[in-house]
């Protein structure tokens, strides 16, 4: 998967637990966890905006678009 998920770096920098960031935005430690592991399929605006909030972070910070083999070049269509 072309995204990758820095949900432990941010947390790290924040010096904060997944449990608090749970509890403060009113998700799941699983479903948090999941995120996390970069296994989530897809992400709620919703959740996104919260844990931005929270992070005081932009969602540039905690999502990652990396170039893989699979992806297509620039110049053909898909």
Same mark, same amino acid.
């Given at each position: 998967? +072309?995204?990758? &998920?820095? $949900?432990?770096? &941010?947390?790290?920098?924040r010096?904060?637990?997944?449990?608090?960031?749970?509890?403060? *935005?009113? &998700?799941?430690?699983?479903?948090?966890?999941? $995120?996390?592991?970069?296994?989530?399929?897809? *992400?709620?605006?919703?959740?996104?905006?919260?844990? !931005?909030?929270e992070?005081? !972070?932009? +969602?540039? =910070?905690? $999502? &990652?678009? #990396?170039?893989?083999?699979? =992806? +297509?070049?620039?110049? #053909? +269509? #898909?």
């Amino acid at each position: 998967m +072309p995204i990758r &998920v820095n $949900l432990d770096r &941010v947390l790290l920098d924040r010096r904060m637990s997944l449990t608090e960031l749970a509890d403060r *935005v009113g &998700v799941t430690i699983a479903n948090l966890s999941i $995120l996390k592991t970069g296994k989530a399929r897809a *992400v709620r605006f919703s959740t996104l905006a919260a844990l !931005c909030r929270e992070l005081d !972070c932009q +969602p540039g =910070d905690i $999502l &990652v678009y #990396e170039a893989g083999p699979d =992806d +297509p070049p620039d110049d #053909e +269509p #898909e």
